[in-house]
């Protein structure tokens, strides 16, 4: 999963949004894009300011992080309850969509379509 391309991309964006937020704050955004002259004018000419910019990774870092959660927990209840795996297993899925978000989400729910398939034939 982690060789996937969009999942490493939103793995380390949010690690970049993450690191801007709690660590850099709105002083060391500053310092690190008058680093690089071209940087600045390119997040000047869109953001209009360095705190317009760093209040966008702020709001970005903390919808991810919320989104992703609850994403996690749904599909970590869905592999409990559908696929009656265990608490590790589900763990395990609630920490890597955590991380990466939608796409693993996907996977998950593929997963638990099939089970939900299965388990409709067998009714019939």
Not at 18 to 35: F, H, K, S, V
Not at 82 to 106: A, E, H, N
Request: proline share 2%; hydrophobic share 50%.
């Amino acid at each position: 999963i982690v060789s996937e391309p969009i999942c490493l991309t939103i793995a380390l964006v949010t690690l970049a949004l993450g690191y801007t937020t709690l660590i850099l704050g709105e002083d060391g955004l500053q310092t690190a894009i008058n680093t690089v002259p071209v940087a600045a004018d390119l997040m000047l000419f869109v953001f209009r300011s360095v705190r317009v910019l760093y209040r966008a990774c702020v709001y970005s870092f903390y919808f991810a992080i919320v989104a992703h959660a609850l994403e996690g927990v749904y599909v970590a209840h869905q592999i409990r309850t559908v696929l009656k795996r265990g608490i590790s297993d589900s763990l395990k899925w609630f920490l890597v969509i955590s991380c990466v978000g939608y796409p693993v989400t996907m996977k998950g729910m593929e997963f638990i379509q099939i089970a939900n398939e299965k388990k409709a034939k067998k009714q019939m």
